[in-house]
């Protein structure tokens, strides 16, 4: 599965490669959504297999993101 990269502003950046082998740059903001930079492409080709992926990869991100919350925001009493 694809790894995450944490850019300067924040937010979650991967790469996973399509139905065709062509790599997908997708970033997650921390709304349970997923954004894919298509600039370089007239269409996508996603299998199953690449939607499935998706799913986990903001499942993973949302994860990720409360964790940095937590650390940001430690409990207060």
């Not at 903001?58 to 940001?72: L, P, V």
């Amino acid at each position: 599965m694809a790894k995450f990269k944490l850019k300067k502003n924040g937010t979650l950046v991967t790469e996973i490669y399509d139905g065709e082998g062509d790599p997908i740059k997708c970033s997650f903001n921390n709304d349970e959504c997923v954004d894919i930079n298509t600039k370089e492409y007239s269409y996508l080709s996603l299998s199953k297999e690449n939607l499935i992926e998706l799913i986990h990869l903001i499942n993973k991100a949302e994860k990720k993101y409360e964790k940095m919350d937590k650390k940001e925001s430690p409990n207060e009493l």
